[in-house]
């Protein structure tokens, strides 16, 4: 069975930084797409980052040269690395993957990411 496990959610202050780290397990199939999604209280679910297997990238506006989405193929592991973090970036952040061999996505539980101003 698959298991995608979200790590590294946690407090920071406005400015710090944070890394988040996506773990894939159960399957020995590759990963297509890999992306972070995040939700605040009250909002909708957003895009964060999204990376294919090529390697290409794309990012939500909002953190646009702040944040940074990158994996390690051995691992099996995605990670997001967050800077200049500000409050609005407080939400319950997911990570989402695509195997090859499999017709829907996976999802992870979710991690806190909590920034005080």
């Known amino acids: 069975q698959v298991r995608v496990v979200e790590s590294g959610g946690g407090w920071a202050q406005a400015g710090g930084s944070l890394r988040l780290s996506c773990a894939v397990s159960?399957?020995?199939?590759?990963?297509?797409?890999a992306g972070w999604y995040r939700q605040a209280p009250g909002k909708q679910r957003d895009l964060v980052a999204v990376?294919?297997?090529?390697?290409?990238?794309n990012y939500g506006d909002s953190v646009k040269g702040r944040f940074t989405i990158s994996r390690d193929d051995a691992k099996k592991t995605v990670y997001l690395q967050m800077n200049s973090l500000k409050s609005e970036d407080t939400a319950v952040y997911y990570c989402?993957?695509?195997?090859?061999?499999?017709?829907?996505?996976?999802w992870g539980q979710g991690t806190q990411v909590n920034v005080s101003s």
């Open positions: 990376m294919y297997s090529g390697g290409d990238t």
């Open positions: 989402n993957v695509r195997l090859r061999l499999y017709a829907f996505d996976h």
């Open positions: 159960g399957s020995t199939a590759s990963i297509v797409r």
